[in-house]
Every structure is written in C-alpha cells, then in structure tokens.
C-alpha cells in the first residue's frame, strides 16, 4: 500500500478537496442546513467549534492516520459536508471511511454514493487497499442504511466502545468491504448514480 497523502478526487458531480482552514464558513453553512450539530450521535461541529474541528483534522491528517476532505457538489459550487479516510493501517492495507456527514439537502442525494464512489476507487485501485472499513453509531440508524445500501458487509458491534460529544459512550456497528468484492460494489454504486441521473463533473 503506498503512502495515503492528500489529493483532489471528483467526478459524478462532486469534488473532494483536501480540508483546509479556507474550507470552515462553507462547512458551518452546510452544517447549519438542518441544524445537523443538534443530531446526538453525530460528530457534525457547533457554527463556535469548527475550527478546532477542522484543526484536529489536519492534525491526524499531519499524524499519519486520517485523510480529511470537504465536499463540493459542483451544480452548485457549494461545501455540501466533509468525509475522511481514517484508522488508516498501511501494514494491513486498510483504511476506513468516516466522519462523514452532508448539509440536509444534499442527504438522499447522488452526493453520498458520489463520493464513497471516488473514495473507493482511490482506496481500491490507486492505494491498492485490501479492505476499506466504514463504522457508525449504534442509534444512528439512517447511515447504517446508506453503508448497507452501499454493498459493505457487516462484521459486527463493538459495545461500550467510543464516547460521544455529550458524554455517554456508543456502541459501534462495523462494516467492510474487500478488494475482492469491489468489482461488484463499483457495480452497484455505478447503477445507484445512473438512477441518480448523477453526470461526470470533470
């Protein structure tokens, strides 16, 4: 597995652009679009902490284990949220997908299937990763959907295993998805786009 580093990756009508501290007024507009710091097992920043969320972002970006990106839905030209790669473990050719979350409106949307899309495809074909992980909240039912909707398998739930914002302490579903079964996930999240009616932006 080579080197994870930050790089621009867009395609079906979204942008994934290396985070920067320029990005933060478009992340607090997005995340003001339903109020998503309001959802308790979420880790959507306050409009008062964005800044310290997107500094220790790059901090783990500067430490090695997380690729932090903002996302651009380009019909618009606007920051419609952000994702990572994170956990990233070069000895076992793996990375995971999170920290992901999306302005209301674009929930639902092409943009979600956009960019797992062009973060797997990276993974996969570029960094020749052998399996890409992906984890959500015990009670955060809607993105346990959306992975599954993606192809990933579910291996399971680690309990008591990471605190949230307000204190209490989650449990964890854990999904994958392995080098062998991409091809058919490409597939599939190629179909879920044509639906989409979602267009190449390059």
């Not at 478009?26 to 339903?34: E, N, T």
């Not at 690729?67 to 949220?81: C, D, F, K, L, Y």
């Not at 639902?108 to 960094?127: G, I, Q």
Request: charged share 25%.
């Amino acid at each position: 597995m080579i080197g994870v580093a930050p790089v621009t990756l867009q395609g079906c009508g979204v942008r994934l652009e290396p985070l920067r501290a320029e990005h933060q007024n478009g992340l607090i507009s997005a995340a003001g679009d339903g109020e998503l710091w309001k959802l308790w097992f979420t880790t959507v920043p306050e409009p008062e902490n964005t800044e310290a969320y997107v500094h220790a972002a790059l901090e783990g970006q500067c430490a090695g284990h997380m690729v932090p990106w903002a996302v651009r839905e380009m019909t618009t030209n606007s920051i419609a949220g952000c994702t990572r790669f994170h956990d990233i473990v070069p000895a076992a050719r793996r990375v995971e997908i999170g920290y992901t979350w999306y302005a209301k409106r674009w929930q639902r949307s092409h943009v979600n299937t956009a960019c797992k899309m062009l973060l797997m495809t990276h993974a996969f074909e570029t960094l020749g990763c052998e399996v890409v992980g992906l984890r959500t909240d015990h009670f955060n039912f809607a993105s346990q959907r959306a992975i599954e909707a993606l192809g990933a398998k579910r291996d399971g739930v680690i309990r008591h295993h990471h605190a949230r914002r307000d204190g209490s302490v989650r449990d964890t579903v854990f999904y994958s998805i392995l080098a062998a079964e991409w091809p058919d996930v490409r597939r599939h999240l190629e179909l879920r786009l044509a639906r989409h009616g979602s267009r190449d932006a390059d």
